[in-house]
């Protein structure tokens, strides 16, 4: 054992004895429970609370540190006060902004997934925050979720396969990442008072098995609890959801943090799983008094119980290894590093990450773009100019810088082509969010009318026309708090796009939003493109795309509808809930059950506008037929050629879709179960290996509380979008 300064200090308090829990040779549970000992009921209850908006207490006594939590899923928040959501002022909390979770989803790419959890996990080490609150990972529902943008699309298994190597890579810096919102959480209004009806079917295949992945396959270290009810209990401790899933059957042995806020009962909070009860303010959600963190639910009435035996030092016992053994995990860590920040490497992954997530869902041959010298672009589109990595909610960051796409664009064409921009519309003018400011100023003066006359007048003369429009981050668009009220694009930009496509100029639309949105001009214009959020880099990861630096090689993570009527979600009682009688919380009936996204569309052979997992390249690819074998007893494995037939080097992402053919429950048309991105230069070929199992099989049937692989046919769907199948292998178990 090295002695470090801080050992020998507590060394010499202790005659010379290092003590247990300081010892970095002893196992984590030694250590866990030796500090435990050493513990009075009243210190541990101080750690089962909030002492700060963002931070929780230790143990000063014994020189166990505080747990220091950040937001959020996409970079390190920028500092508040103590308790108040105002800015600290600090001058070094400009952090790397990393692209938002959808656009990481639809890299389809695991491997920058765990580049994306390292490089953020060292931005929290460095910043000497403990616990990420991320990654999001609720299912896409609805598409008018505001909070889309931070999770990771409509399908469990793409989720629970993006979401472990995350988790793996923020943690290897001895960070812990907080997955949430567990669970059933798939929309914001009313999110702190609407009870979440869902059969246990539909919560075990979809908004379950992404949150199993990361607590079993991931390791996660920690949890949070949603705002929302399910079934009659809030989720910061419902019994089922925290006692018997997550810690019962998954063995999950980390800690659970309540949403900030989202702790509502004094019993419930102390007898069903919760561990730690942060908050906005200091009375559950509806507000009180300054720094008075001991009207907590875990706080003084806690300790009130435990005094007069309605509680039991048990109890708080497993509140508190949980806590000790996070704090071990992270700050204590034998191996603990110092972690890095806003490091050229951060930013060049944060670039690489959201190029490779930019999804080409159209092209006729305008892309990459090739302008002839001294040619002229027409760029139209606010989202060309504004920055976006302010707003949206508590995962509003602070970056050291944002590259925005007009600037990168005229950094690409520079000595080749004139790049001028117009505005075309006004959308969100805010350049401040919580006093975090870009600096931009997007006060317009002229009319709606003469923006469009604008825009319409320079495209006359262009060599080509790129719109990059799309939503923002303001309130009813993807952002925290509030819900999108449709998919329709806002401030007249589909008015817009159509009377720019009827100037018959060569035209690409870039679609910037975290979310789905109709494209009803998707037929008039040359090439389309989903960008999302990319945080500090996303304009050069744009241009990068466009000029053909990169080649795109992005899949949709969710399915882009024509129209929101087409979707799943057709009462009220679905979405956003009903008011009954007698209940006191709004009720949202989940009776569309395991048929979200394209388990609907493809169900009910809905045409949509771009379906789940399509994403174009400036190559193309030939998949060969695909093969099955047995990899092991209960293990199979299809394997397909791929080979790049065009001229530049690409990527694509082999995609394995299971349809049961007849089972004794409605199963959606197809299912994802397995997928492999691969890299080829020109004439390159590969084999792709994709293994299943009887699990990839299976439907869960409620009653017996198993998963059922029903013998009978099956086709293994081998493509490349769920609506490009290139082969099929009938399978019979
Ligand atoms: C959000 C969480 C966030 C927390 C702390 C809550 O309102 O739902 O996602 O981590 O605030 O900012």
Not at 303 to 325: H, M, V
Not at 600 to 618: C, N
Request: aromatic share 10%.
């Amino acid at each position: 054992m090295i002695l470090t300064a801080a050992l020998v200090v507590v060394a010499c308090q202790s005659g010379g004895k290092v003590p247990v829990y300081l010892n970095p040779d002893k196992s984590l549970e030694e250590r866990v429970s030796d500090a435990l000992s050493r513990m009075t009921i009243e210190e541990k209850v101080a750690m089962t609370h909030a002492q700060s908006k963002f931070s929780s207490a230790g143990v000063p006594r014994l020189g166990i540190p505080e747990l220091w939590h950040t937001d959020g899923p996409h970079g390190i928040r920028p500092e508040v006060l103590w308790d108040e959501w105002d800015q600290a002022g600090w001058t070094n909390d400009s952090c790397t902004a990393f692209p938002a979770l959808i656009n990481l989803a639809a890299t389809w790419d695991r491997d920058l997934a765990y580049l994306y959890g390292d490089c953020i996990g060292q931005e929290a080490r460095y910043r000497k925050k403990d616990i990420l609150l991320g990654p999001g990972i609720n299912m896409g529902r609805t598409p008018l979720n505001g909070r889309t943008f931070e999770y990771m699309g409509e399908d469990p298994f793409l989720a629970g396969q993006m979401v472990v190597p995350y988790v793996k890579g923020v943690q290897k810096n001895g960070v812990a990442a907080c997955v949430k919102h567990f669970a059933v959480n798939n929309q914001e209004t009313r999110r702190t008072a609407t009870n979440s009806v869902v059969d246990d079917r539909t919560l075990y295949e979809i908004y379950l098995p992404a949150f199993k992945a990361a607590v079993v396959d991931g390791g996660a270290w920690a949890i949070m609890g949603s705002y929302n009810l399910w079934n009659g209990q809030f989720n910061c401790h419902n019994k089922r959801l925290l006692c018997d899933i997550l810690k019962g059957e998954w063995g999950f042995d980390g800690v659970v943090i309540s949403d900030w806020g989202g702790c509502r009962d004094d019993d419930e909070a102390v007898e069903n799983g919760l561990d730690i009860e942060m908050g906005t303010w200091t009375n559950g959600l509806r507000g009180a008094a300054s720094d008075s963190y001991q009207n907590y639910h875990l706080a003084r009435p806690y300790l009130e119980r435990l005094r007069n035996g309605r509680a039991t030092e048990a109890g708080l016992n497993d509140k508190a290894s949980r806590i000790l053994r996070t704090i071990f995990r992270t700050s204590m860590a034998p191996d603990q590093h110092f972690g890095s920040f806003t490091s050229p490497e951060h930013f060049a992954a944060a670039r690489k990450i959201a190029a490779e997530g930019i999804v080409l869902l159209k092209n006729n041959g305008t892309l990459p773009l090739r302008v002839p010298q001294d040619g002229k672009i027409l760029v139209v589109g606010e989202n060309a100019y504004k920055m976006m990595v302010v707003g949206g909610g508590s995962s509003n960051l602070k970056t050291k810088y944002e590259v925005i796409p007009l600037d990168a664009l005229r950094e690409a064409f520079a000595g080749k082509a004139e790049v001028i921009w117009e505005r075309g519309y006004v959308g969100d003018v805010t350049t401040d969010y919580n006093r975090v400011l870009t600096g931009q100023d997007l006060r317009e003066s002229r009319s709606a009318a003469k923006l469009k006359a604008d825009a319409v007048a320079a495209a006359k003369d262009a060599d080509c026309i790129i719109f990059i429009g799309g939503l923002n981050k303001s309130n009813f668009q993807d952002n925290e708090g509030t819900d999108r009220q449709d998919i329709v694009l806002p401030y007249g930009q589909n008015e817009l796009i159509e009377a720019l496509a009827e100037l018959k100029r060569p035209m690409v639309v870039v679609n910037i939003s975290g979310s789905p949105v109709s494209m009803p001009w998707a037929g008039k214009v040359d090439a389309i493109v989903q960008g999302w959020y990319g945080g500090s880099e996303s304009g050069h990861a744009l241009a990068d795309v466009l000029t053909g630096v990169v080649n795109p090689s992005g899949k949709l993570p969710f399915t882009m509808p024509k129209s929101l009527a087409d979707g799943p979600l057709k009462t009220e009682r679905q979405f956003p809930g009903i008011r009954e009688e007698g209940k006191e919380w709004w009720q949202e009936y989940y009776d569309e059950g395991v048929f979200i996204g394209y388990r609907w569309y493809d169900t009910k052979k809905i045409p949509v506008d771009f379906a789940f997992g399509h994403g174009l390249s400036y190559t193309t690819f030939e998949l060969g037929k695909p093969k099955l074998s047995r990899s092991k007893v209960g293990e199979w494995k299809v394997s397909v050629l791929v080979r790049n037939t065009g001229k530049v080097a690409g990527a694509e992402v082999v995609q394995l879709y299971i349809s049961d053919d007849e089972a004794s429950v409605a199963r959606p048309a197809k299912e994802l179960k397995g997928f492999q991105k691969v890299y080829l230069e020109p004439g390159q070929s590969k084999k792709v290996e994709i293994t299943f199992d009887k699990e990839s099989l299976s439907f869960f049937d409620a009653e017996k509380h198993e998963w059922v692989a029903e013998a009978g046919e099956f086709h293994l769907l081998v493509g490349t979008a769920s609506n490009r199948i290139a082969g099929e292998i009938p399978f019979t178990l």
